[in-house]
């Protein structure tokens, strides 16, 4: 029996994110070029999706290319480039018809034109879609969104749009890349790493972490399942205490 079912619809989480690591190994162990282990992780990219759509997750954010994954090997990168591209064109339909819209994070001019523009094309084909949101983090670092949003308000202080009181919670919020998202209330990281590696730092402040020794082209839906029900089974405090909860 799929774990699906045991999966409560009422406490889901709304935003999870997503560390997907491991591919590199997992080709090696098979005696394959890293860039295959990408390959067949797409494949783990499109189950997750529409698993978290057809479970009625809001927000999905992937953690597809960081800001220091431009110093890989140069002919990783152009590949990994391609497959975002060719991935883009063939997913459109599939967004289509579950009506999920496509979202970027991350500093995106810095992406090749030619992904950039097929990035904007899905973008904007997808904008009315409703179900879900599936963010891409492309180019992302969480300190340079950070920093980016630094810049944009000191310049608003400057230019008297805002004063220094103004700046809150919810004005840093709205200058960065994710200003459109909620809080992360999942994160997951495969393939045995236990870390965060400069993802959305500001966003998982209260998320719930969970780690998984799966690499990423193997995680099936039932690993995502695995990972929501336990998020299901703990208690988030927000700071309070349980008493306070109940
Ligand atoms: C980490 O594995 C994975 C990446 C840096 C890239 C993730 C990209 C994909 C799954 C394919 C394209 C994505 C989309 C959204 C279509 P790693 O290379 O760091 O693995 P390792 O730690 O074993 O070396």
Known sequence: MSLKTTISSENLPSHI?????GNGRWAKEKGFMRIFGHENGTKSVRTTVESCAELGVK???????STENWNRPKLEVKTLM???ISSLKKEIKTLQENNIQLNAIGDLKTLPEKVYKELLHVIDETKENSRMTLTLALSYGSRDELINAMKLISDKVKNNIISVENI??????????TQNLPDVDLLIRTSGEKRI?????????YAELYFTDVYWPDFTNENLYEA???Y?????R???TSEQLN
């Not at 994110?17 to 690591?21: E, G, R, V």
């Not at 809150?168 to 890349?177: G, K, P, R, V």
């Not at 590696?197 to 402040?205: G, H, T, Y």
């Open 17 to 21: 994110a997503i560390i997907m690591d």
């Open 59 to 65: 927000h999905l954010t992937l953690y597809a290319f």
């Open 82 to 84: 391609q497959l975002l």
């Open 168 to 177: 809150d919670e919810t004005l840093i919020n709205q200058h960065l890349y």
């Open 197 to 205: 590696s400069n993802f959305l730092l500001w966003q998982i402040a």
């Open 228 to 230: 929501i029900i336990n």
């Open 232 to 236: 299901q089974k703990r208690e988030r």
């Open 238 to 240: 927000f700071g309070k």
